[in-house]
């Protein structure tokens, strides 16, 4: 058996997708991309991904059955600085919770709040 990774995807659950999308392509500076769902009960648009790279591809998403919210799982977007992303954070309608902060030999981390009032991080060595 193959070994991986303990994360295969993520869904970042929103109320507005619109909303949510161009918060997400303003700070990360990347367009998402629209994605089809199986069953027909929910929008999705993908975070870029590149299935054979390291790391857990994701999507936005706005389904009756889960919605979004502070205190539960918390997403970090690697960044080459974390400063830069997070300096676009409140100009795209979001809210700065830490800046950026040490997590010793691991890098750096900031803190924020998306429009939709999910907690996500942000991640880089420097």
């Known amino acids: 058996m193959t070994k991986m990774n303990a994360v295969a995807w993520f869904d970042i659950y929103v109320d507005d997708l619109e909303r949510a999308v161009e918060f997400y392509e303003t700070v990360l500076g990347q367009k998402l991309d629209a994605m089809g769902d199986p069953t027909g ?6 975070f870029p991904a590149d299935m054979g ?10 389904s009756p059955h889960a919605s979004p919210g502070v205190g539960g799982t918390i997403i970090y977007f690697a960044a ?4 830069v992303e997070q ?4 100009d795209a309608g979001g809210k700065v ?12 981390v900031a803190l924020c709040q998306d429009t939709e009032g999910n907690m996500f991080g942000l991640n880089s060595m420097q």
């Open 80 to 83: 080459q600085d974390c400063a």
């Open 41 to 46: 009960e929910t929008q999705m648009m993908s």
């Open 97 to 108: 919770i830490r800046p950026k902060f040490s997590i010793g030999e691991y890098g750096w």
């Open 53 to 62: 790279a390291y790391g857990a591809a994701g999507a936005l998403t706005k």
């Open 87 to 90: 300096a676009r954070v409140e």
